[in-house]
């Protein structure tokens, strides 16, 4: 099975950046692609960007376009997620996600790296 770590989380001020990073373990590892979703207490998880293993394509959702960047390591099996111009509204659990070939869904989720966005 797929172990998910994320890391790179913290506090940062409005306009400032993070990168988030996230570690696979768990061989072979070879999914259809992956993932970063957020969530707020009180609110359901949202699609951040993911980004196929094999070509590198991405999708992203329209409140991060333009500013967040997601990026693959596929030798050390990682995934990042640059975060440019951050806003409040950027402050929530954000979770690295894989979706395995034989799966519609993401199957596998990290526990959580906190960021938090300051005015």
């Known amino acids: 099975q797929v172990q998910l770590v994320e890391s790179g989380g913290g506090l940062v001020q409005a306009g400032g950046s993070l990168r988030l990073s996230c570690a696979a373990s768990?061989?072979?590892?070879?999914?259809?692609?992956m993932a970063w979703f957020r969530q707020v207490p009180g609110k359901e998880r949202e699609f951040v960007a993911s980004?196929?293993?094999?070509?590198?394509?991405?999708d992203y959702a329209d409140s991060v376009k333009g500013r967040f960047t997601i990026s693959r390591d596929n030798a050390k099996n990682t995934v990042d997620l640059q975060m440019n111009s951050l806003m409040s509204e950027d402050t929530a659990l954000y979770y690295c996600?894989?979706?395995?070939?034989?799966?519609?869904?993401?199957?596998?989720w990290g526990p959580g790296t906190q960021v938090t966005v300051s005015s």
């Open positions: 980004i196929t293993w094999s070509r590198g394509e991405t």
């Open positions: 996600a894989v979706r395995p070939r034989s799966f519609s869904i993401y199957q596998h």
């Open positions: 768990g061989r072979p590892f070879s999914p259809y692609g």
